[in-house]
């Protein structure tokens, strides 16, 4: 069935082709008849079925054959008899429709709509799809039936799952079957049914299951995506807090991020508190979250999810602490306890409920009246050349700033998970090394680099620390600069990795991460903290570590080769951000920026801008185009015609309050477009380099 | 049409005509073969059966029947047997021309030393069993799917009228150091396809990797092969990246030094190979004793692609090897048949006294059957029971035909075969498999491989709940061979009724399904076959069973024979390229 050559039709296969489509032609028409005046009759129900039979993709047939039983069943009332025999009628017009084409859509629905109506027995499916699996085992069409079935006739999974193994041992080169097999492995681990408990258990032996297909047969691809959900499977944390801002154990003086307060004007004792997750989740709210202060804080928090995926789940969440007005003791720090999952409300994407809370503290210090925050007139252009930022002097307060993780408190039973698991991955990659010392494989090597990784990740959990240096970035940066040679075609993905694991490497301890930190040279242009992120000219394609970096207010990406800044949506607290000399694309690809409401400053020049006439990345991010959720009508009325043209600049830049941006060497940066963003954004005070007013 | 040899009254039976293209005496499988061929190239062709047992020796028959055959033609019997023929109905109504010459016909001996054990006569010896057995007499043979023999079939049988069963499994036991460890063998199952070796549960994942890369390596070396010299650029860029090639001299190195040092595959997989794919006899990396039979490593590939293409050719063929149902003996009945449809004549238990020759040149004219009657023919095929007489000149064939070696064999080789009656299986739930015992796994002085074919009754070799298990090697040394075969037998079964006194400690069958008790003996026979080789001649001879497993020596001997006949002639016409199609896609010939 599979990689057959497509071969010319011979003279003979075209006159039989003209041939049948004559006769088709001829039958359809008489269906048509009967169709549009409704006739039910014995006569034209043979007519479609032998259109059918003909043509199984005809789905206005199959419809017409779904209006005729329902006019017929109506017709028989509830003489069981009649109704069987109706019904058995349909399964034999699919079954005949099915053996001229078993990939028709129309005789599947068709057969699976008969079969939901109960009267009809279920002991002849199974031999049937028999014969169609021996057919053409990878079928994916017999094998959705297959599921539709054995739901129907309560099939116990571990009888499939069988089934599945006797498949695969057929031939391993088998999607559907692996696929059928992590569906119904999934169900028995989630359902502990007998003999699959514990799950550590039931994950090495599908692993030594596949890992059979793998060495037998590195080149198929089949037994490896397995193995792919497999390695997921496994390395899937339960705890799911990794960082917080402020962090656990540190001291914040209020007074310095007021500015970051949504409203300005009244509240001046604000403070931002996020909190970063391993995964996407749902459910955080003030019951599920408590944050109790020593102080008078509204205790009624309102939580935001940054940037939303499909289901609703975010991976951080921000809320705003009010402090009453009137400290009692203003030279005092007030302790600020949360605790998170207190009730079982919190969600992850993977369907785990986080049932382990975590607890953490930090103190705040609340200034001693109400310091209206001014930006004042004078304030200075931010000049991102070299010269003006030099390594840093920390105070050690500013280090409790910066190390943003979160102790982790594990419990004795996900430890041991974590250590088990740990001990799984450990023997896939002695094994995935066998493997590669026997032959050069790429995929081989794609799956080392992320076994390795999920090592990390499963036994720094098993340990519950987070900040330590792991022996393995060198090796999986390797694998990937390896693979970037040996499979060009997918470069930029393996790029992207490399990225990721190189800032997981470099931002992986503080000792590390302060050699990325520089002092900006005149600290009273920023409104707080001067310390610069300074992660240029690494040749980074995409931002990773985010969580890590939810300190980071200044931030340098100039001099990379970045296209995604997917996650930068996470740093609540940036208001500087240089992007300048990357390969930025488009303003879809800065949407993440739509969320960076704190963002003052922003140097996207030298960029590929408005180079490609296509903008491939549109219907991936949002857009008026994708989904239309947060986009208000009325503010494209706003700017005129050019909002025909520049409607995605628009889209960034319109709930942006910058105050100096640059976009000089862009293709799309010229007057008009210059034009339009001063009338877009009043309160600019620097466009390139120029002074507005 | 079959002519019947008994007729009313009138004293012997005669036949008519009595001139032939072809006389063909013997219903073994090659006579067989070339009788169909010739027919059905549209000569007149007679077959005379002269033994009282069909297709002998290539015959499948009961055990009494099996054992009287034997001794009728092993080397203490035989001479008197024919000669009574000869002297008792010396013509008497034979036709005064004195034109020819009569030289009498004597038969030699196929088989010595045959040995008899009869442990349960009740269960094997019963007459009412007795039509419930096929037993080869040259057993163990199996066919492989892509084989000759089998392509041989698709193109003849037309109304489908052989069925096969598969052989479920083969297993390759070699000596290892494991013997040091619990004095037992390893059973391991030869892995020849992929998915065998994604199943195997005795490889590492390192053989299997090796194994499967080495199975990738010949494919790409057969289709560059065949595709012969129109290869395009691309395609060797695939194979460059592949890195490896076998280059022409590869193909002329010993199979075992291109898998032990180019391939670099364990010891165990290269023994695997060697002895139960492609079938090696001698102990391939001891240069002294196998002088004779090195395989080189262009068989070796050409071997190992037989088995490949095997595996799948047919939908209901599970492995690469099959077997008749009835037993070895329907391959040739079958070809008789056909020999029959295609207007030939066969006529059955008529000996064959004499040859007539002509009295002034001395050539070939034609056969004295034991009625007296004449019969003329341009050319005999005698099958190898007969001596051909000297004296017969040879007036049109160049000397290097004479004798033609179609089997290329030491001629002093034997080959020294078993059959045994068990009551059980080696393995649970396995009915029909072979096991290859690797030189010196069983003995010491083991020269030679040891190839063992375990039958059910679902072949109908056996009445149910019996196992029939042949067994053969070859032999220069008849009394090592028999030590050889008499080992495994020994490893394999136990003698005693009980069953249960057996050592299980010393079990051979360790490897994960351990059978506590092992096969019990209900009969047995050992017997050593002469290996008589064919050769052309005016009168041309047939030749005996080979030592191998499989039948392509079969198919070649009777397509030479065939050739050197009729060169003009298309060996079996392939008329109806339609069937070809069919079968190719799978949809018939095997039944299983």
Redesign the interface.
Known sequence: MHGRPRKAPTEEEQEASVVKGAKLRSIQAKFFQFHHTNTYTKEALEVNAKLLEMNPEFITGWNYRKLAVQYHLEAAQSDEDSIKSILDEELKVVESALMTNFKSYGAWHHRKWVLNMGHSSTDRELFLLKKFQKLDARNFHAWNYRRFVTALKNIPDEEELQYTTDMI????SNYSAWHNRSVLLSRLLKEEVEGYYPKEKVLTEEFEFV???L????DDQSGWFYHLWLLDQTVKLEHLLVSSWPPNGSNVNVSDYCALSPSLSSISRTLPLILCFSEAVGGINSSTVSVVCESNMDSNLIWTPISVDKSGLARTWLTYLTFSSEPMHPSRNYLVKVSIANSEGIISSAGFCCSNPSHMAFTVCLPSSNTEFDEGPDIERIDWSEENFSSNQLHSENLGLINSFNELTISGDNKKTYETNAKIIADEID?CR??LS??DCKIGKLTLARLLLAYDALSSASRGVQDQNMFQYKEILELYHDLMKLDPPHFQYYKDQYSLVFLKQELANEESLLKYCYQYRDSTSLSNNSLCLCLRGLSLSQIGCIERLLWVQMLDLSNNGIRSIEGLESLQLLCCLNLSNNKICSFSALEPLRLLKSLKVLDISHNEIGAHPIDTRRYLCASPLSHTSDWKREEFVVSGPEMTIYWDAFSIFSGLNLRQLSVTGNPIADKKFKLFLCKLLPAMKWLDDEKLR | MTYMAAEEDEGPPRIEPTSFDLIVVGTGLPESIIAAAAASAGKTVLQINPDPYYHSPFASLSPKDLISFLHLHSATTSDHDYTDFRTVDSPTDQTTDSSFNILPLSTRPLYSSVEVHVYSPEKVLDDSLQKEFNLDLAGPRVLFCADPMVDLIVDVDVQNCMSFMSVDTSYCIYDECQKGKGGGLLWNSVPGS??A???DRSLS??E???L??FFKLLQAHYHSNSKSSTTTSNEEDDENNSSMKITPEDLETPFVEFLTCKIRLSPKLTSIILYAITMADYEQDNVEACKKDIVKTKVGIDRLMLYHKSVGRFRGATGAMLYPIYGQGELAHFFCRRAAIMGGISITQMPVVGLLVDKDVGNYKGVKLVTGQELFSHHLILAPTFVIPPGLTTPSVSPQDVYYDFVQQDAREKVVRGICITDNSFKPDVANCLVFYTPKSLCPDQMTSVRIFQLSSNVRACPSGMFVVYLSTICGDVVQGKRSINAAKEALFSTSVSGNSEDNSRDPLRENTVVKVKPTLLWSTLYIQELIMGGFDCVSSTPMPDGNLQYSHVVDAALKLFQKMYPDDEFFPKKMPWWNEVVENGACLSEG
């Open positions: 041992y057929e031939n391993f890992r059979n297909a060495f037998t047969d590195p094994y066998e493997l026997e032959m | 992929r998915n070796i994604f199943r994942l390192k299997k990797n090796q499967m890369r």
